[in-house]
C-alpha cells in the first residue's frame, strides 16, 4: 500500500504566517520532501532542531537551500530525482546534514541510538546559524535518495532572529519582524476611531440624524477593530511562544474583508446620495448595486480561499499574488469610476453639497486606488522578505484613512462646513430626487401664515441649525 504524504503541523502555519516554533510527523512514499521555510536576519538567526525517525529508514538527510534561483528555485522542481536535488547544493557550505550517529556535524550537534516500540531509532539535534549580505529565505527540506519504501521523520523546529529576550524579533521571520508592533499601533488608531464615532453617534441620534449610511460606517470601524484585535492577540502569543494562535488569522481577514465591503457600500451609497440628498434608491439603481457587491464579494471571499487551498507553502506567497485579487484589483478601480460618475450627479442636481462631495471625492480617492497600487507594487516592486509586513501596515493604514476622512466630513459641529445630513431620520421624503436638497420644512415651532407656499419655500431653502 502507498503511504501518503500528510503533514502534522501542530503551528498550523502554513498559510497564515511562518511558524517559529514548528511541530510534526512526515510519513511519505517519497523520497524527499520540503520541511519548512523561514527568513533568518544575518548572524543572529538560528535554526535549531530535534529530529526522530526509525533506524529501517537511515540514512536521512536534512538539506538547507537559501532563496536563490540554483537553489530551491532549481531544486523545488518535480521532475528533478533526489540525487539531483543534492548535487545542488554544496556539502562545504553546511547545507547538508546526514542524521546518522556515525555523520560528523561542523555545528554541535549529535545523533544518538535508542530503542522505542521495539525499534532502534535516531535521535538528531543541532542548531545552525546564517551569515549572508541580506535577509536571506531558508527552505529545509528532509530526504533519503537510497530509500526505497519513502521516509518518516518526527521533527521539532525553531527557528528564531533575536535574543530570547527580545520579544519584539526572537520568533518572528524577517519578513514579519514589525508585525506585531504595527499591528498594536493600526489597534489603538482603529480603537480612537471607533470611540470618536461612538461619540459622534450619540450626537446625531438625539438631533435624529443618524442615518442608515453612518450606521453601515460604524459597522465597517467595528469589524476593523476585530480583525485587527484578532491579529494582536495571535502575534502577542506568538511572540511568547512561537506558535500564537494561528486559527485567529484567518478569522481575522474575514473580518477585514467585511469591513472593506461595507465601506465600500458605504461610498457608493454616499455617491449616489443616499440619506443626504435622496430617500432612496431607483430599483435599477439598486439592481445594479447587488450585482456589483455581490461580485465584489465573490472576489474578497476568493482570495482567502485561495490563499488556503491553493499557495504552496513551500513557496514564498503573498496574498496579493492569487488570481482573485487582480479581479479584485480591477473591481475596486471600476467602484471608484462609479463613484466618481455618481458624485458628479448628485453635485450637478443638488449643488447646495458641493463642498462636501469635491472634498469627498479628492480624498476618498486614495482609498478606492491605495488597493491595485500596493497589490502591483507589492507583487512586482517589493523584495519577499519584507513585503509581508509592509503590506498589512498600508492595508491597516489604508483603513484608517478612510475612517478618518469620513469622520472629519461627519463631525456634527455647528461649523462644519463639509457635514452632509440636514434631512432628520423622522422627516425624510419619500421620492427618488427631491426638488430641494433639504426637502423638507423644519416646523419645530410653527407659527400661523397667510400663505402656507411662502412659508414652505422658505423653511426648504434654509439650511437648518445643528441643535
Not at 521523520?153 to 535574543?163: D, I, S, V
Not at 524579533?169 to 480612537?192: K, N, P
Request: charged share 15%; aromatic share 18%.
Amino acid at each position: 500500500m502507498i503511504r501518503r504524504l500528510c503533514f502534522i503541523v501542530l503551528a498550523l502555519s502554513v498559510g497564515f504566517g511562518n511558524a517559529k516554533y514548528s511541530i510534526g510527523t512526515i510519513i511519505t512514499h517519497k523520497n524527499w520532501v520540503f520541511l519548512d521555510k523561514f527568513c533568518f536576519v544575518s548572524e543572529a538567526g538560528n535554526f535549531q532542531f530535534e529530529l526522530h525517525y526509525p533506524k529501517s529508514y537511515e540514512i536521512q538527510n536534512l538539506y538547507m537551500y537559501y532563496d536563490t534561483p540554483d537553489q530551491w528555485f532549481a531544486a523545488y522542481n518535480d521532475s528533478l530525482q533526489c540525487a539531483e536535488k543534492e548535487r545542488i547544493i554544496d556539502p562545504l557550505n553546511n547545507q547538508i546534514m546526514s542524521l546518522s550517529p556515525l555523520a560528523h556535524f561542523s555545528d554541535p550537534a549529535q545523533c544518538v541510538e535508542y530503542e522505542k516500540r521495539n525499534q532502534t531509532w535516531y535521535n538528531c539535534t543541532g542548531s545552525r546559524s546564517f551569515f549572508s549580505m541580506r535577509p536571506r529565505w531558508w527552505f529545509m527540506a528532509i530526504g533519503n535518495c537510497d530509500s526505497l519504501k519513502g521516509l518518516y521523520l518526527e521533527y521539532r523546529l525553531l527557528m528564531t532572529n533575536a535574543a530570547p529576550n527580545d520579544r519584539l524579533f526572537y520568533h518572528f521571520s524577517f519578513d514579519e519582524f514589525y508585525t506585531l508592533t504595527i499591528t498594536m499601533c493600526f489597534m489603538v488608531i482603529a480603537l480612537f476611531c471607533l470611540v470618536v464615532g461612538v461619540m459622534f453617534m450619540h450626537m446625531l441620534r438625539n438631533r435624529n440624524m443618524l442615518h442608515a449610511t453612518y450606521k453601515i460606517f460604524m459597522y465597517s470601524i467595528v469589524f476593523e477593530f476585530t480583525c485587527l484585535s484578532l491579529y494582536w492577540l495571535h502575534y502577542d502569543r506568538f511572540a511568547d511562544d512561537g506558535i500564537g494562535l494561528p486559527f485567529l488569522n484567518p478569522v481575522a481577514m474575514i473580518f477585514r474583508h467585511v469591513s472593506n465591503v461595507l465601506f465600500l457600500l458605504l461610498l457608493l451609497l454616499i455617491g449616489k446620495g443616499y440619506t443626504i440628498t435622496r430617500a432612496k434608491i431607483s430599483s435599477e439603481g439598486t439592481i445594479k448595486l447587488i450585482v456589483f457587491m455581490t461580485f465584489f464579494i465573490i472576489f474578497e471571499i476568493s482570495t482567502l480561499v485561495w490563499e488556503i487551498a491553493a499557495f504552496d507553502p513551500a513557496k514564498v506567497h503573498y496574498i496579493s499574488e492569487s488570481a482573485p485579487s487582480y479581479f479584485l484589483a480591477a473591481s475596486r478601480t471600476v467602484a471608484w469610476l462609479w463613484f466618481l460618475r455618481s458624485c458628479a450627479i448628485t453635485v450637478k442636481m443638488y449643488p447646495l453639497k458641493r463642498n462636501f462631495y469635491v472634498t469627498l471625492t479628492f480624498l476618498i480617492s486614495f482609498w478606492f486606488l491605495a488597493g491595485p497600487i500596493v497589490m502591483v507594487f507589492a507583487n512586482f516592486v517589493l523584495d519577499n522578505w519584507v513585503r509581508a509586513e509592509v503590506v498589512h501596515g498600508v492595508d491597516a493604514g489604508v483603513s484608517a484613512f478612510g475612517f478618518g476622512i469620513m469622520l472629519f466630513l461627519t463631525c456634527p459641529v455647528q461649523n462644519n462646513r463639509y457635514f452632509p445630513y440636514h434631512v432628520r431620520t423622522n422627516q425624510v421624503g419619500d421620492c427618488s430626487y427631491p426638488q430641494n436638497v433639504y426637502e423638507v420644512q423644519y416646523t419645530a415651532n410653527p407659527r400661523p401664515t397667510s400663505s402656507s407656499s411662502t412659508l414652505a419655500t422658505s423653511a426648504s431653502l434654509a439650511e437648518p441649525n445643528l441643535r
